[in-house]
C-alpha cells in the first residue's frame, strides 16, 4: 500500500527565509508525486506535479520540488517566503499504470509566514 | 476554461438525515473523485468515477454512495447522518489518462 508522510505539521519562517516542506513516499510501483496547497475555506489548489522524466520540478508560486527515488522523497523549497505562501501544504502519491487514479495525501503541513 | 464547480457550498442537516452533493467537473473531464476532509483523518478518498462507472472506492461505509452522469456531472450521498459525517467535502476531476487532480472548493456539511 502507498502511504505518504509528511515531517512537521507546522513549519513557521520568517518573511525572505528559505521555506522546506518535507515529504516521504512508501509506494511499490513507480509513483506519481504532487504538492497541493489550501488556503482557508478554499479547496486545494495543485502547486506541481512529478510523473515521469526531469526530477527537479518547477511549480507555480516560486516553488520547486526535486524528486529523489534513493531517499524516497519529494521535499518541496521556495527561496524566499512571502506573506502570501501562509496555507496548508499537501504531499500526494498516486500509482503510476492500472486504471488506480486514487490520491493518498500526507497530514498537511501548516506553513506560517512572519513579518 | 471554468474550474470544477460544487453545491452547495455550505449545509447544516441533523443526525439520521440524508444529503446529497454535487459536483460539476471541468469541461471534458471524465474522472470525478471524491474525498472527505476532516481535522482528525485529513483527506481521505471516498470513490473515483469515470464514465459513469465506479472504478475505485475507498474504506467508507456503505452509507456513502456516489454516481456520475452521462454530462460527467457527478453526485454522492450520504444517508442516516452522523455526527463524524460533518466535514469539508471536496469534489476533483481530471483528465482521461492524466493522474494530476483538480480540486473544487468543496461543500462544509456540518451534522447536528
Known amino acids: 500500500a502507498q502511504s505518504v508522510t509528511q515531517l512537521g505539521s507546522h513549519v513557521s519562517v520568517s518573511e525572505g527565509a528559505l521555506v522546506l516542506l518535507r515529504c516521504n513516499y512508501s509506494s511499490s510501483v513507480p509513483p506519481y508525486l504532487f504538492w497541493y496547497v489550501q488556503y482557508p475555506n478554499q479547496g486545494l489548489q495543485l502547486l506541481l506535479k512529478y510523473t515521469t522524466g526531469a526530477t527537479l520540478v518547477k511549480g507555480i508560486n516560486g516553488f520547486e520540488a526535486e524528486f529523489k527515488k534513493s531517499e524516497t522523497s519529494f521535499h518541496l523549497t521556495k527561496p524566499s517566503a512571502h506573506m502570501s505562501d501562509a496555507a496548508e501544504y499537501f504531499c500526494a502519491v498516486s500509482y503510476s499504470g492500472g486504471s488506480n487514479y486514487k490520491l493518498t495525501f500526507g497530514k498537511g503541513t501548516l506553513l506560517t509566514v512572519n513579518p | 476554461k471554468a474550474g470544477v464547480t460544487q453545491t452547495p457550498r455550505y449545509l447544516i442537516k441533523t443526525r439520521g438525515q440524508q444529503v446529497t452533493l454535487s459536483c460539476s467537473p471541468i469541461s471534458g473531464h471524465r474522472s470525478v473523485s471524491w474525498y472527505q476532509q476532516t481535522p482528525g483523518q485529513g483527506l481521505q478518498f471516498l470513490f473515483e468515477?469515470?464514465?459513469?462507472?465506479?472504478?475505485n472506492k475507498g474504506n467508507f461505509p456503505g452509507r456513502f454512495s456516489g454516481r456520475q452522469f452521462s454530462n460527467s456531472r457527478s453526485e454522492m450521498n450520504v444517508s442516516t447522518l452522523e455526527l463524524g459525517d460533518s466535514a469539508l467535502y471536496l469534489c476533483a476531476s481530471s483528465s482521461r489518462g492524466f493522474h494530476e487532480q483538480y480540486f473544487g472548493p468543496g461543500t462544509r456539511l456540518t451534522v447536528t
Open positions: 468515477y469515470f464514465s459513469e462507472t465506479q472504478r
